[in-house]
């Protein structure tokens, strides 16, 4: 047996484990609104953090563009030891001799561009557009994340008003059960009644199973997009609701075609394909550049005993090279061809795409409103068929079917809501419609460089 001394340890210790059950309980449980939602997935989603540090990368790009222009400084040291393999008559020793001995030399070159024909004008060129549309790609990164968070905690929120509703139809059919039951029991009814009525229950609670189900998929999914564990229980402190949407069709159009940043995107790779052209002329024209050399060489390291220096301006020009300049640039001006044709293709898309859900949003809009007034009617409708089968002059099919339809009239109320707020955010996505998010970099800023030197 244990003493007392053992017997409080052990109370202690259990205590102690209780409590940091209970507390590892509490701190997988999360509230949050759509708001808390979306700032999580900006902050912790891996699709941002992507973007980022893909602006990132193409600003180095940019960068070591612009530096091509400036100077570049080469240095080379040689060191050696050689001679000859069998020995050389020397006629101011007068004697044979591998004439074995030390080699040192230096050079340090310093060259700066002083035209290349457009070449590093167009890869700037390039690389400014790559640039610009990588931090636009972050813009839209944001967007499409909020979209994503949105969607995500509305269909929990949907889940979460299907299994309720199930549950209500469960529980009506539940106490109809009862009534039917005590009925037969006295003999007022038939078996019949009895058997249908346990028949709808049973399909009311498989629909409860999978409501229950896809409850649980959804907040495993929006554990996911916010970046907490998967088997977070999440509290939602928002709800279905409508709010009304004022602005027109035309102004959504308008507001995409100055804000979608896929429409910027898709110009930026036509001036990207600008540069490439330039680059590919290049190679038409002469390269000039401008360079100074030290050097120095001798027996005794370093090799500093002989020195010399020069300075110089050097052209290059390719003569004849059997047509792979010319091939290179109808290449890229078929590629900037197909980038104006994209350019195109992508006004028109995004045209479609804001049209398509203004025109959801209005459609769902016009079904909340008829489908509320469906709940109504189908409760009042399910209210008199319980009284009439109560009073006896009313069928047990009835009622059966009012409660089919009153779960029917609820779930197309429901999914009105959800289509509405749904089509809200994607409208708003389609538009560009710009994410606040806290402490956010600006995407708008090139980098600049100290110096520029031109030479073009």
Not at 197 to 220: F, G, H, K, R
Request: with cysteine; net charge negative; charged share 20%.
């Amino acid at each position: 047996m244990f003493n007392y001394k053992k017997s409080r340890k052990v109370l202690v210790l259990t205590a102690a484990v209780s409590l940091l059950c209970s507390q590892s309980v509490f701190a997988e449980t999360l509230e949050l609104d759509l708001d808390d939602a979306v700032q999580r997935a900006l902050t912790t989603n891996p699709a941002i953090k992507i973007a980022v540090s893909e602006k990132k990368g193409s600003r180095a790009e940019l960068n070591a563009a612009r530096a091509g222009r400036g100077i570049s400084i080469d240095a080379e040291h040689r060191s050696g030891r050689g001679g000859y393999a069998d020995p050389q008559w020397n006629t101011a020793t007068s004697s044979y001799s591998k004439n074995l001995g030390n080699s040192h030399s230096n050079s340090i070159t310093a060259s700066i561009p002083i035209y290349t024909g457009g070449q590093l004008s167009g890869t700037i060129d390039q690389a400014k557009a790559n640039y610009k549309s990588y931090a636009l790609g972050e813009t839209k990164a944001y967007i499409e994340m909020k979209k994503t968070a949105t969607d995500g905690y509305f269909s929990l929120l949907q889940a979460g008003n299907m299994e309720n509703l199930y549950q209500d139809s469960v529980n009506q059919l539940e106490e109809h059960l009862k009534n039917v039951q005590a009925q037969y029991d006295v003999g007022v009814v038939a078996k019949v009644d009895v058997l249908r009525s346990e028949v709808s229950l049973a399909n009311a609670q498989q629909q409860l199973i999978q409501a229950t189900n896809n409850y649980d998929v959804a907040e495993a999914s929006l554990n996911k997009i916010i970046g907490t564990s998967l088997d977070t229980t999440l509290k939602l402190k928002d709800s279905l609701q409508y709010t009304p949407y004022e602005n027109d069709m035309q102004y959504c159009l308008d507001y995409a075609s100055m804000n979608r940043a896929e429409l910027e995107q898709s110009r930026l790779a036509v001036d990207a394909a600008k540069g490439a052209v330039k680059v590919a002329k290049s190679g038409f024209l002469p390269k000039v550049t401008a360079s100074a050399t030290w050097g120095g060489s001798g027996s005794n390291w370093p090799g500093d005993d002989k020195e010399n220096w020069s300075v110089g301006i050097g052209a290059t020009m390719n003569i004849f090279d059997s047509g792979v300049t010319l091939s290179k640039v109808h290449a890229a001006e078929e590629k900037l061809l197909q980038a104006e044709e994209t350019y195109r293709d992508t006004v028109n898309s995004v045209e479609l795409e804001v049209r398509s859900n203004y025109l959801g949003l209005r459609e769902a809009e016009k079904r909340i409103s008829t489908t509320q007034v469906a709940v109504a009617k189908a409760e009042e409708d399910f209210h008199i068929a319980q009284v009439r089968y109560m009073a006896g002059v009313g069928t047990n099919l009835d009622v059966i079917d009012a409660q089919v339809a009153l779960t029917e009239a609820k779930t197309n109320f429901v999914n009105a809501l959800y289509d509405y707020n749904t089509s809200k955010i994607a409208l708003e996505t389609s538009m560009g419609v710009p994410v606040a998010v806290t402490a956010a970099a600006n995407t708008t800023n090139l980098p600049t460089m100290s110096t520029e030197t031109a030479a073009e």
